[in-house]
């Protein structure tokens, strides 16, 4: 079965945007950059602090590593919540339709993302607090540790699986919550890509932290020296920034292709251009004496800045692509409601029921909002369509199928190839013979 045919296609919102389209466009980039910054750093954080506590159940010098990483944690989660807030609310506005229909279909495990983040905060905390009081039972610390770690991985899951919904209105039917959500061919490929994501950015952020003259390393890690802990973390960004690049390969490959545009593949490519050559610089820190490592971290974080910037693009190119033929049928389907309110309004001015209306007059309502008989409102009157198609009705329907445009100083007609043959047909005629006589023909 075709699916256009079983395609749902709500009415759009009726209401204009608060801003210019384009400016908010540029916003929901800059403001989900800001936010899912932290919510990598709280992702990865709070992954090396539970990795690195059981390494110390042996090796006792990393369970104070993994306390330093602990202590990062309930910040970048407080600031990730709090930068949430405003791209969340530029996504309500500009996918409107979409992203409401996305939290109806993932259902409860959406509804729980604010009790599962409430949860994860104090069992994040209980975890930071308790380290001495627990220290004789760190069983029971790393599992305090190790489930507000799950919260922190399961909820951008949660998030991202909603999101992706939204791109694909031809998935609304098919799915029955969140796990059907998540089995979307490229929700896990993205998942995981974000996971990679944080251990880099938390690998950077490790640099700039250890890094800090001011920071008290000999008191705070015992047994570790900076150079050898900045290196560490140089590793743990390269090796995650080249897996992102294979990832992001079956990530591309794997979204459906509505979506894909020549320009939003050339965005991508240059972010992968600029991450090859963070990974030139991030290797030569890997290598680097000693005494010299570090030096190059500005530039790193420079040029993964860029990369960063392109895939944030990317990802809104593709998004505005995926759902823009969905879009423009909701548009059409506003625009019919309305000619159907002006149609029956008419008739109930005439006195007239739709069944005494021939079909071509009845038919030519659809197009009575844009084209009146003489007035140009917002596409040619008819008087000059009459011009343009004498005695060719059979053209009027072909241009109304697949239109396209020829002047700017119009909208784009949207296309009319869903309304039955003969509607369409009737209603040329009827164009045709009203552009020759008198506007009492012409309804509303």
Known sequence: MDPSTTLPVPRDIPLPLPLDRFVLEVAVVILF???????????????????????GLRRKKYDALARVWAETITVNKSLAVVLGV?????????????????????????????????????????????????S???????????????????????????????LFPERWTEVRGFL???????????????????????GLFGVAWFGRAEFDLPGRLPGFDR????????????????????VGTLVYFTLPWQGVSFFMTAVILLGVTFAVVSLTLLWREVVAPAARI????????????????CMAMGRHLYRDGAIAGHGQRMRQATEEMHYAVREAAWRKEQGITEVQ??????????????????????????????????GNAAGIVTWAKAPGRKRTNFAPMPAFAHLPEGDLRAAAEFMLEMGQGSDSKAGP
């Open 180 to 202: 059907s959500a998540v089995t979307i061919q490229n929700v896990l490929p993205r998942y995981l890509h974000f996971l990679l994501a944080s251990l880099a950015i938390t």
């Open 136 to 166: 004789e039972s760190k069983g029971l610390h790393i599992a305090i540790g190790a489930m507000a770690t799950a919260i922190f991985w399961l909820v951008p899951l949660i998030f991202l699986a909603n999101i992706n919904l939204m």
């Open 86 to 134: 405003a791209p969340l609310l530029v996504v309500n506005v500009l996918y409107t339709v979409h992203f409401y229909t996305a939290n109806a279909l993932t259902g409860s495990a959406w509804i729980m993302i604010i009790p599962l983040v409430a949860v994860a905060f104090l069992l994040g905390y209980l975890h930071k607090y308790s380290w001495d009081v627990l």
């Open 33 to 55: 950059l800001a936010h899912i910054l932290f919510v990598n750093l709280m992702v990865g954080g709070s992954t090396l602090s539970l990795v690195y506590e059981m390494v």
């Open 357 to 390: 209306l021939p079909r071509g007059q009845r038919a030519f309502q659809v197009c009575a909002g844009c084209h009146a008989l003489d007035a140009e409102r917002s596409a040619p009157s008819v008087r000059e369509i009459q011009r343009l198609y004498a």
């Open 227 to 246: 150079p050898k802990i900045l290196r560490r973390c140089y590793e743990l960004a390269f090796g995650a920034t080249l897996m992102q690049i294979l």
């Open 294 to 309: 570090g030096r190059r971290f500005v530039p790193i974080v420079l040029v993964l800045s860029v990369t960063v910037s």
